[in-house]
Every structure is written in structure tokens, then in C-alpha cells.
């Protein structure tokens, strides 16, 4: 078992000073860096630690502007707010999740994290009241804010390949649109970045088909339901498709339901590569080819920086970019 001396002499500080830390002296005085820095060195030599002997390292605001029922449907989201939970809570970490930012208690928090979408008065409040900012899945400004984010010009752009190389040419896309709690009348926010991506390599591969670009309302199973049932009845007419990249694992088995509803057949006949590796996707008919999103990976890297931000103050705005790996699967079999 660790023993105190183990962790002061990894952590370069006094035994008394750990033991004090670890038993909660509250008459011990060090600087946030050295708690930190002993906390960390505890945790990675699996001393076993109460937690309540452990105060919180930081108060983080997290802004989660999705919309709430999006979020329920889409479990990409879904999972997104239970790791920032789950890792809050491994790290001693203080968050409170919010809509909108609040500048009126914006001085108890160290830091704020900020999913979804912001409207231009919104990121400027953001600013104004935080200095240490990062965003998850997005990048509104990168001038004036820090990201962690899947790349999903590099997922985007291998599936359309992946389908080139194989001799597709009928080859569509299904995506959806971001909407938010923070805007009027629930109106669409932004349009999916894969579309944009996905019209540039097929024009230039001339083989752009306007006519199998499908716009879903969001990104939940209902809406490639419906999708679905639309390219059902493209494939019983003379209307051909080889493959379909879909942006998400939840509009993909929404796309099969209809298509297995209509003919099992059918859900058989196109390719189909997808985002997210959720956990039904290996149980859907034909089982899912997907990109995987470490989306644990994901939110330690954007609390990470976070703690960089906030411990040495740092003010150079960075984008980090996760590649996806992509999980073969019967949707489309590797060669």
C-alpha cells in the first residue's frame, strides 16, 4: 500500500505537509498549485483517499444550451452531460449547469465550460464574465475562445472516400440541424459543418447529386425515421443510391427502421457509415459501421485545458481536434 512518504517524495513536498493536506488541516496554508499537485500525485499512486477529506479543486459553470428534449433524443448529447458529470465528480470538481450565462454570479466561478449554441450578444457576456472559457463539440470564435472537438472533416471525409474507393457513385448524406434553448420561436441555428464538407469532396470527385442530400429536422432516431421512409421510397423507384454517410448514430437507426419496416431488403442494398458508436449501433440491422467518439477522452482533454487556463492564467486561445476511429461493422464491411 502507498504510504505518505511515497507521495511526498513523488510530490517534492514535506511528509507533514501531505499528511496535514490529506487529513484536512485546516490551519495548513499552501498555494492552490501545491494542493494540486499532491492531489494528483495521491490519485496516480492509488492512496485511498475519503472524499470527504477532499475540498473541491475549482467551481466550474457549464453552459448546456441544447435544446432539452434534442438532448433526451440525441444520445451523443446525452452522453456528453453525464461525462462531464461523471468526471466532475472523479476530479472533486464544483459545476453547475445553466442555459444562459448569468453575469450576476459569474464571480463564483472559476471557469465555465459551453456546449451548444450562443448568439452573438451571448459569447460577448461569456467573455466579459469569464476569463477562462472552453467550449465542447464546437468552436463559435476561435479567436476568442478554446475548444476540444471531434474532427468530423476528417470523419466526413474518409466515409466519402471510403465509398469512392469502393466504386459508389450514387452516394447521398443524411444530416440534421442545431437548435437551441437560447433562441425565439425554437428557430434553426446552424446547419451541420459535414454538409459543407461532404458537398466539397463530392463536387470535386464530380459526383455532387443535389437530389440525395437529406436535410433531417434534428438529429434524434424520429427524425431518420422520417428521412428513412423518404429514401425508401426513392429506392423503389429508378432513383439509384450505393451509400449513405449519416451524421449521427441516432438519425442512422431511424434510417434502418424505415427501411426495414418497408422491405429488410432494403436496409441491406446501400452502404451506410455513420457518427458516434452508441451502444445500439452494433445491435441494429444491418449493424452499424460508425465513427467511434471517445467522448470520455473528450471531456478530461477540455477539463484539462481548463485547469491549464485557470492555474497559469493562460490567454492563447487553442482548437484541439480529436480523430474519430472508425468500427467496421456489416453496414459496410471492411475490404
Known sequence: MTSIKEIALVAGFSQ?????????????????????????????????IRPQEIKKQYKIAVFFSLNPQHEIEDVYYYDLRRCITEHAKEEYIDITFMNIPDSTNSNAYDGAIAVGYFDTLQLTQLRQNFSHIIFIDGNPDPEHFSSVQPDLEYATTKAVNLFINRGFTNIGIVTGRYWSTNIPNNQVVRLDSRLNYFKNIMTDANLYNSDLLFQAHDFTMSSGLTIGQKIANILKSDLAIDALFISSDSLAIGVLNALNEVDPHLAHKIAIISINDSASAAYTQPALTTFHIDIQQLVATAFDKLDDMISFNKAVQTTTLMTPTLIYRDSFKKD
Open 16 to 48: 507533514s505537509t501531505v499528511s496535514r493536506l490529506l487529513n484536512h488541516d485546516e490551519t495548513l496554508s499552501v498555494s492552490e498549485n501545491t494542493r494540486i499537485k499532491i492531489l494528483e500525485t495521491t490519485k496516480k499512486l492509488h492512496y485511498p
